[in-house]
């Protein structure tokens, strides 16, 4: 069996270095039991119209939705209510939605609807042990269509995060 050196020399550096980064497991998964989920929706300035907390409660929904079908069986994936112990109980893996709502116009004069900014970090906090490590992915953002974030986004979150 060639050993690890030996397999690096033959790939080449450079195929060899993309070859053990595709083979070294994330270690934001490594001993993780469970997925859980927050949501925050910046309330300031939203667009007149807009229910924050259906929206709020459609961007968390949306996203469970999108990693526990990326999880499959693997992971239970739930939300997480504030204060909740288990999101700094061993083995958890928390995932923080940000989202901000302004009119399209805010960013191209003359736009009409609603855009929302999202950004999605990844907490890992064991009880007792070291702070957590903070993970980011870039911030993406969508229209509104019908005061909701298309399913399409959220799956597109998930599939950066836990990979495609």
Known sequence: MLGMRRLAGLLGPTAAAFWLAAATPDPLWIGAERVLLRCHLERAG??????????????CRGLRDAVARRMGNRLAVRVAEAGDAALVADGS?????HARALPA???VPDAEGTLVALGLQTARGEAGGPPPSWFAAAPTAARLEEGA???SVLEGLAADLLGR
């Open 46 to 59: 939203l667009p007149r119209g807009l229910d924050p907390a259906a929206l709020e409660e459609g961007l």
């Open 93 to 97: 893996v928390v995932l923080l939605l």
């Open 105 to 107: 116009s805010a960013i």
């Open 149 to 151: 974030v298309p399913p």
